[in-house]
């Protein structure tokens, strides 16, 4: 958590750039050296996504940036079929509902856009609320 991409005051972005296989890499040898399991490894390594993706909520959505804290936090791509991480993310976003887009028991409007298309719908959905103001 002392990682200084999650001390910086949202907005940001990153991706595999600064947490991909180099950065997982690293992170498993310091598990190693501590004696760590690769079961714990992994297990650590989910906990603290959970933990940075709450944390970053918590910066958000403190009243600085005019942010209420969601109601509902709709989650996609890899990490919506761990359900380690998504209880997880339940706990740390609380009271926030957490939930997969595609669950069939949900109407979020995005279940059968396929991995390859969210950005698109997700820029197209930027642009309309640009437009609007």
């Given at each position: 958590?002392?990682?200084p991409f999650?001390?910086q005051?949202?907005?940001?972005?990153t991706?595999?750039?600064?947490?991909?296989?180099?950065y997982?890499?690293?992170i498993?040898e310091q598990?190693?050296?501590?004696g760590l399991?690769?079961?714990?490894?992994?297990?650590?390594a989910?906990?603290?996504?959970?933990?940075s993706i709450g944390?970053a909520?918590r910066?958000?959505?403190?009243?600085?940036?005019?942010?209420?804290?969601?109601?509902?936090?709709i989650?996609?791509?890899?990490g919506?079929?761990?359900?380690?991480?998504?209880?997880?993310l339940?706990k740390?976003l609380?009271p926030a509902?957490?939930?997969?887009?595609?669950?069939?028991n949900?109407?979020?409007?995005?279940s059968?856009?396929?991995?390859d298309s969210k950005?698109?719908v997700?820029f197209a959905?930027?642009a309309y609320?640009a437009?609007?103001?």
């Amino acid at each position: 958590m002392k990682h200084p991409f999650l001390q910086q005051t949202p907005p940001k972005s990153t991706g595999r750039e600064q947490f991909g296989h180099f950065y997982a890499d690293e992170i498993f040898e310091q598990a190693c050296k501590l004696g760590l399991s690769g079961v714990d490894a992994i297990a650590t390594a989910t906990a603290f996504t959970a933990r940075s993706i709450g944390h970053a909520y918590r910066l958000s959505c403190n009243g600085t940036n005019n942010m209420p804290y969601p109601d509902r936090v709709i989650v996609s791509g890899g990490g919506a079929a761990n359900p380690t991480l998504m209880r997880m993310l339940q706990k740390e976003l609380f009271p926030a509902i957490v939930s997969r887009a595609g669950d069939r028991n949900e109407d979020v409007g995005i279940s059968s856009v396929s991995s390859d298309s969210k950005e698109a719908v997700a820029f197209a959905l930027f642009a309309y609320q640009a437009v609007l103001g």
